[in-house]
């Protein structure tokens, strides 16, 4: 019978105790779910960019399952993402202090996330806290939303779980799919609209407010390399050999790239290129995600990539 087995469907390893959620419906992910192809796909997507958005935090994930619970990732990608940093304690190593670290997370992520309607949250603290795959799931797939919406993760991905509500008078449980990424054809009509990337859109209006966009952000580049001496009054053709915005990330990421490692004075066409492409190299291993930007576009002039780049230090850093 479905009551006897019910508890069969969660993770092997990690049996669930009755008492755990007496009065509450749980959520359980069928085991078939589990080695789903989709599935399997979206957690190293999930991983993968987490990884990349805290490499230079030096921290990495390897399971969802297990390095997400006690708040120190949130905590971190909450920082770099959406440049929030909260009073709370770096390591929480007792379940005490791991559930208070992330009540106070989860609180600003909920904001955010503009998921102040709790009937509409799939994720909580003590779900979170309790290692529950598809609670994760859901929080980390609503913050790439949220976050870096230009991020391809893997389209129309569901799962079938067992809906299981526990009272005095017995079990009830009823088998039901969760959807946790949406189809491709839905991703495609957002990334048509609200989800376009922005530059995209821009370049679509008219040219006084291109030209204004563009004096914003040469306004926002000169306040941090003047410091340098330098000053960018061209922005069509002076990102073109890597040497401005080698520096302007250097300035802003808060490092120094060693002259050897580029051209300080490039000439050719390989020069410049090896400089850009460096640039775009040092922005992807901090965290940053670019779409259809290539290095030879920004060599070549072509003013769409190089708004993309600016754009994108401009919308991390615009506060500081």
């Known amino acids: 019978m479905m009551e006897e087995n019910v508890f069969n469907y969660q993770k092997e390893e990690e049996p669930v105790e009755l008492e755990s959620f007496q009065g509450e419906k749980r959520k359980l992910i069928q085991p078939t779910s589990l080695k789903d192809p989709k599935l399997e796909k979206l957690k190293e997507a999930l ?15 390897q ?3 297990e390095d997400v ?16 940093h ?12 791991q559930i208070r670290k992330l009540e106070i997370i989860m609180e600003e992520l909920d904001k955010r996330l503009g998921t102040q309607d709790s009937s509409q949250i799939k994720w909580n603290v003590k779900l979170i806290h309790n ?37 005095k008078s017995g079990i009830k449980s009823d088998v039901q799919v969760e959807i946790l990424t949406e189809e491709s054809s839905d991703i495609d009509s957002l990334s048509n ?20 966009v563009k004096k914003a952000l040469v306004h926002f580049v000169n306040q941090h390399i003047s410091s340098l001496g330098l000053q960018v009054i061209d922005m069509d053709k002076q990102f073109a050999d890597g040497v401005i915005l080698l520096l302007l990330i250097g300035q802003l990421e808060g490092f120094f790239i060693p002259l050897f ?26 965290g940053f995600q670019l779409s259809n930007v290539d290095p030879q576009d920004i060599v070549s002039l072509d003013t769409t990539a190089t708004l993309k780049v600016l754009y994108a230090l401009f919308n991390k850093h615009k506060g500081k």
């Not at 987490?50 to 030096?58: A, D, G, R």
């Not at 909260?86 to 202090?97: G, H, I, P």
């Not at 609209?193 to 204004?212: F, G, S, Y």
């Not at 490039?266 to 775009?280: I, R």
Request: proline letters at 5%.
């Open 47 to 61: 991983v993968d960019w987490i990884n990349k958005t805290l490499k230079p935090e030096h921290i990495v994930v």
């Open 63 to 65: 399971t969802l399952e």
């Open 69 to 84: 619970y006690d708040g120190l990732v949130l905590h971190h990608l909450l920082s770099r993402l959406a440049d929030v």
């Open 86 to 97: 909260l009073n709370v304690e770096e390591m929480a190593l007792t379940s005490t202090a």
């Open 131 to 167: 290692k529950d795959l598809l609670a994760t799931l859901h929080l980390l797939v609503a913050m790439v939303r949220c976050f870096q919406p230009e991020l391809d993760l893997p389209p129309d991905v569901k799962i079938e779980v067992v809906v299981v509500e526990v009272s």
């Open 193 to 212: 609209t609200e989800r376009e990337d922005p530059i995209e859109q821009l370049l679509k209006l008219e040219a006084h407010k291109v030209n204004t």
């Open 261 to 286: 490692d580029f051209n300080l004075t490039p000439v050719s066409d390989s020069e410049m290129l090896h400089n850009v492409t460096l640039a775009l190299d040092l922005l992807k291993d901090t």
